[in-house]
């Protein structure tokens, strides 16, 4: 059974950075493509980054590229998200996910950007 806990979130000035960590478990990792996804008050899920198994390959949307990275340590069964200046918009719920729709994805750690 897929078990996906993220941790990481909190309050940040805008500009500031956070990173967010991702314990995977009940599947093999290593096999599959990771995200993050987010989901804004009042808005539906977004897709943020993905990572190829390896780690090698890596895409984001163009609402966080350059400014977020996206990281994964297969023997520790982690994922990460390195964030970067940010911004008010990026207050949301960020959850691990392996599928681009975020159907099965972790409980979420909140991310409010506000000063």
């Known amino acids: 059974q897929v078990h996906l806990v993220e941790s990481g979130g909190g309050l940040v000035q805008p500009g500031g950075s956070l990173r967010l960590s991702c314990a995977a478990s009940g599947f093999t990792f290593s096999r599959y493509w990771m995200y993050w996804v987010r989901q804004a008050p009042g808005k539906g899920l977004e897709w943020v980054a993905k990572?190829?198994?390896?780690?090698?390959?890596?895409l984001y949307s163009d609402s966080v590229n350059g400014r977020f990275t996206i990281s994964r340590d297969n023997a520790k069964k982690m994922l990460y998200l390195q964030m970067a200046r940010l911004k008010s918009e990026d207050t949301a719920v960020y959850y691990c996910?392996?599928?681009?729709?975020?159907?099965?994805r972790g409980q979420g750690t909140q991310v409010t950007v506000s000063s």
């Open positions: 996910a392996i599928d681009e729709s975020g159907t099965q």
């Open positions: 990572i190829s198994t390896g780690g090698a390959g890596t």
